[in-house]
């Protein structure tokens, strides 16, 4: 069974820094994109950023310039790095990999969120 654990969220004020982690963990062959993603209240969830297993990185136009994400492929961990936070970034965040079994087959699982908070 496959798992996704997200870490890293809390209580921050307006302009400061908190950075994401996301484990995965179980019988895993490879992991294709892994990604960041977020659920204000009363919205839908929203991509954030996401990034390759060679690297390539996509961001939503909110974050650019405050965010950036990272992976470990031999940890099978993405992170998420966010500055000069926003209390419009408040929000739950949910990671997102597609991880190939043995078989090779991909699915896409998510972790169950962390909640960032930003005070004004």
């Known amino acids: 069974q496959v798992q996704l654990l997200e870490s890293g969220g809390g209580l921050v004020q307006a302009g400061g820094s908190l950075r994401l982690s996301c484990a995965a963990s179980?019988?895993?062959?490879?992991?294709?994109?892994m990604g960041w993603y977020r659920q204000a209240p009363g919205k839908q969830r929203e991509l954030v950023a996401n990034i390759s297993r060679g690297g390539s990185t996509n961001y939503a136009d909110s974050v650019k310039e405050r965010v950036t994400i990272s992976r470990d492929n031999a940890k099978n961990t993405v992170y998420l790095q966010m500055n000069s936070l926003k209390p419009e970034d408040t929000a739950v965040y949910y990671c997102n990999a597609r991880i190939v079994s043995v078989r090779l087959v991909g699915v896409d699982y998510w972790g169950k969120g962390t909640l960032v908070t930003v005070s004004s």
């Open positions: 179980g019988i895993i062959f490879s992991i294709d994109d």
